[in-house]
């Protein structure tokens, strides 16, 4: 669903709004950052989480870093796919954090995402309260087929309808049909909005799409796309948007984009245009490059717009990643005439969560320990194999790694080194995945 989505906004977008009045400075987080329910990534067998991301936005006058949301996954699934609680707070310019949106997803025994809720905080109650909910129905492929979007009514304290998506495939799981309808609260019943119709190629791909607008009681055309595909690689070449005239009855060209690879497949090159009808030609709008590194994971991400004359910069992001390629921080800045100047950032803090050889997860040991435990208090995990490299790992609620070392006695593990008191997060784990995971408050 979130790949027709985007593909369905892409095509809005590219006819109705050029790039240059997309929002100032603005992070797409989509690019840099996994969805819920896949909030993990695979490096050499192990599975890593994001435990937290703070953003920040660059102060020119003192060349600084200044802090404005921050986000901590706060609970996942037992094989690290799924986030299950999320907690986003904001930066006050006082110097406080206040809590801003918590969140909560559902997923059902396949792993399908079913329910997602968010609440908003009251400051005047200091207490959490609902705002949006949404309900996913997936098929036996585990597509979506039924989308309910509902919102909090303080009044009738219970959840309103605000709308919601109708989704059909055919026998191979190609989607069809995208139906939105929006609830009709004085009707108390559902209004239709807009719908997308899809055709594949014989291989499955998306070959054409067909958006209507409900209006005058029947579906009127607004615009259709047609993609062409590489033979060789299968990879898309070329998307070309039409727009739909009532009052001539007939389609006129819109827009395109332009697509070229590497060797490996990546994505290199976008270049998008606008048709101009009185001089039948294709002009050139936006490019956007793309430089990757040797894990194929884009390095640098340079947006640039068509003067007229030749393509200037726009916005540039930059990638870093740690030591087992994961992202660490992008930086998004823009381009002043003479050169890059730093608009915002965010930095992810991942940690291990467990390996992949696993088939199942490794039974979990009641290690004896106390909470709250004192520094240098030894416990013991009984059951644990020597010479299984397991490993005692300590974690601050930010998702950074404070202490770690190798188990070597299971009847005498400690925590040796000094650590603030606080609440931190304590993993055992070994070559067959988590063995043992608790929040403990740690003291001196």
């Known amino acids: 669903m979130n790949r027709i989505f985007s593909f369905f906004l892409l095509l809005f977008f590219s006819i109705n ?14 690019d840099f950052y996994k969805t819920k329910k896949k909030e993990l990534t695979e490096r050499s067998g192990d599975f890593y989480v994001v435990d937290s991301l703070y953003c920040f936005l660059f102060d020119g006058a003192s060349q600084m870093d200044v802090p404005t949301t921050r986000q901590y996954n706060l609970e996942f699934s037992d094989d690290g796919g799924e986030v299950l609680e999320s907690l986003t707070q904001e930066y006050l310019p006082e110097g406080n954090w206040r809590n801003s949106q ?27 309260v609902n705002d949006l909910r949404t309900s996913n129905t997936p098929n036996a492929n585990g597509d979506f087929t039924d989308v309910l979007n509902q919102k909090w009514d303080v009044a009738a304290n219970g959840w309103q309808n605000l709308d919601r998506l109708i989704l059909e495939y055919d026998q191979n799981g190609n989607i069809q049909l995208l139906e939105q309808e929006v609830w009709d609260t004085m009707a108390a019943g559902w209004g239709k909005s807009f719908r997308i119709l899809y055709a594949q190629t014989p291989e499955g791909q998306i070959a054409s799409t067909l958006f209507q607008l409900w209006q005058n009681a029947g579906y009127q055309n607004i615009s259709r796309t047609f993609l062409t595909y590489d033979d060789a690689t299968d ?24 697509k070229d690879y590497d060797s490996s497949g990546n994505l290199t090159s976008e270049t998008t245009q606008l048709w101009n009808a009185p001089d039948t030609a294709w002009l050139n709008q936006n490019l956007f490059l793309r430089n990757y590194n040797a894990d194929g994971e884009v390095t640098i991400k340079t947006d640039l717009v068509w003067n007229g004359d030749q393509w200037r910069n726009f916005f540039q992001t930059e990638n870093s990643f740690d030591q087992n390629g994961n992202i660490d921080r992008f930086q998004v800045s823009q381009w002043d005439g003479d050169s890059w100047q730093q608009l915002n950032s965010c930095d992810f803090y991942w940690r291990f969560h467990h390996v992949v050889e696993a088939v199942e997860k490794a039974n979990e040991l009641d290690c004896k320990m106390p909470n709250p435990y004192k520094i240098g208090t030894p416990f013991s995990c009984p059951g644990l194999l020597s010479g299984q490299a397991e490993r005692l790992s300590v974690f601050d609620l930010s998702g950074k790694m404070v202490y770690t070392k190798e188990i070597e006695n299971q009847n005498f593990i400690n ?7 606080g609440l931190y997060i304590l993993i055992v784990s070994g070559k067959e995945g988590l063995i043992f995971k608790r929040k403990t408050v740690i003291v001196e």
């Open 415 to 421: 925590i040796a080194e000094p650590l603030p008191t």
């Open 235 to 258: 990879l898309e070449t070329e998307q070309v948007a039409e727009v739909w005239n009532n009052a001539e009855m007939q389609w006129f060209k819109s827009s395109r984009s332009l």
């Open 17 to 30: 709004l050029p790039a240059q009045q997309r929002p100032w400075g603005g992070i797409d987080l989509n």
């Open 102 to 128: 918590h969140e909560f997803f559902i997923y059902d025994s396949e792993g399908n995402l079913v329910e997602q809720t968010k609440q908003l905080w009251d400051t005047l109650s200091g207490a959490w």
